[in-house]
């Protein structure tokens, strides 16, 4: 609730509805928030803990599209928002405690509480631009500058996250993350 706080005030009713309608939820280390093939019924707001999203492609490679930690958002908005199945998966990297909002509460939601509507609006925005940022920063930058980007979005992350689960998110051998850790090491 008091993250809906810090955006918006709200009224007694609404904070009432959030207490109803946000389910919380601990998930075990490795256990899975989302398998692909099943349908993304929840939002999860990140209590305490850290998830990840991600895709495994034909040859078993791990592709991490996002972690999400204390405060952040995760859900595979595609399938929640049009009720098809998920091509991606969601787990917790560590033991991790969410609240979560199914689809038809949050529609519910945003009927008996016009405010979350645009609460919703603006955290599927600012995701939709973080998206943008790092497709185009894939696209367009070095293994290294992706890693300093990792390092000043990730920081809070950096020494919770296995070395194999950062490499995959910049889309580079752990290996050549080690190289890169101790280039930087060795300048500092």
């Known amino acids: ?16 509805l959030v207490l109803e309608l946000f389910k919380p939820r601990l998930y075990r280390r490795r256990q899975f928030v989302l398998q692909e093939g099943d349908v993304c019924n929840q939002f999860n707001f990140i209590v305490r803990g850290c998830l990840r999203m991600y895709k495994i492609d034909e040859k078993g490679n791990t592709h991490i599209l996002q972690f999400a930690s204390e405060n952040w958002w995760l859900t595979n908005i595609g399938s929640f928002h049009d009720r098809t199945p998920s091509e991606l998966e969601i787990d917790a990297i560590e ?3 969410v609240l979560q909002i199914n689809h038809e509460n949050l529609l519910s939601l945003y009927i008996n509480a016009p405010k979350f509507d645009r609460i919703f609006r603006v955290l599927i925005e600012k995701s939709f631009v973080s998206t943008q940022k790092r497709l185009l920063q894939t696209i367009s930058s070095t293994a290294e500058e992706r890693y300093n980007s990792f390092l000043a979005s990730y920081s809070h992350l950096n020494n919770r996250l296995p070395q194999t689960q950062i ?19 060795k300048k500092a």
């Not at 809906?4 to 904070?15: G, R």
């Not at 490499?167 to 090491?185: C, V, Y």
């Open 1 to 16: 609730m008091d993250y809906f706080q810090q955006l918006i005030p709200l009224d007694s009713k609404e904070k009432q």
């Open 95 to 97: 033991d991790t405690v």
């Open 167 to 185: 490499a995959s998110f910049l889309g580079i051998s752990p290996e050549f993350l080690s190289r890169l850790r101790n280039k930087q090491a």
